[in-house]
């Protein structure tokens, strides 16, 4: 997996985040403040021209700009959130990267937004997309797949996390606050995290 596909990787993901902006504006609006689109789409467009002002070197240099930028530039929780994730992506992966030492950055990621969210599986946040991607791609590492199947069957796991959400109760964030009102929603971050997924198993298809 090579430097271009990461760059590759985010571009599609500002592509997607900016097709289904009104979407997640309105996921947010159900159980939040109905910025989450606005917030991600805003972010992206951020790394982009990070990425095209300081061109990175490598995939991990690609994660770290990304993460830096989402964490300075976006307002809602969910900016420090995937900074997190990407930031931390990007100190754990080497060089050359294969599939298994991007599960192993991917869930190391995963770690770290569980530990600057305190939040689990089953809290109703985009750890329930991230989480179950994570395990799919351990699964594929572990099966011996190839990186397009692999990322493929991470997406998949990420959308169906995604939609796990929606009989949850909220217990982190802003939607905590609705209590059992957030039930019968899908959580805005855990489908924006689909989308991120979604963006890697296209651009490496
Ligand atoms: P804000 O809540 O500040 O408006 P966004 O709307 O951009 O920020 O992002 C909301 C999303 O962030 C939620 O749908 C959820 O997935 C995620 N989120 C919020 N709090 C946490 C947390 N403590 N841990 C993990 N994810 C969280
Ligand atoms: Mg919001």
């Given at each position: 997996m090579e430097t271009d596909l990461f760059l590759a990787w985010f571009e599609e993901a500002a592509r997607l985040v900016r097709e289904n902006r009104d979407r997640l504006n309105r996921l947010d609006a159900a159980i939040g403040d109905a910025d989450h689109g606005t917030n991600l789409d805003r972010g992206l467009t951020e790394v982009l021209k990070a990425l095209d002002d300081s061109p990175a070197g490598s995939p991990a240099e690609v994660l770290t700009t990304a993460g830096t930028t989402l964490i300075r530039r976006?307002?809602?929780?969910?900016g420090p959130l995937y900074g997190s994730v990407f930031r931390q992506m990007g100190k754990s992966l080497e060089t050359p990267v294969t599939l298994a030492g991007f599960a192993t950055a991917f869930e190391e990621g995963v770690v770290a937004v569980e530990r600057l969210g305190k939040a689990a599986l089953g809290d109703k946040t985009m750890v329930d997309a991230l989480a179950p991607a994570s395990r799919a791609l351990a699964l594929a590492v572990r099966d011996g797949v190839g990186v397009r199947k692999g990322l493929d069957q991470a997406a998949r796991a990420a959308v169906e996390g995604a939609k796990a959400t929606i009989p949850m109760q909220a217990?982190?964030?802003?939607?905590?606050?609705?209590g059992e009102r957030s039930i019968g929603h899908e959580d805005p971050g855990a489908a924006s995290a689909a989308l991120f997924l979604e963006a890697l198993a296209t651009v490496a298809a």
């Open positions: 976006v307002g809602g929780a969910s217990r982190k964030g802003r939607a905590s606050y609705l």
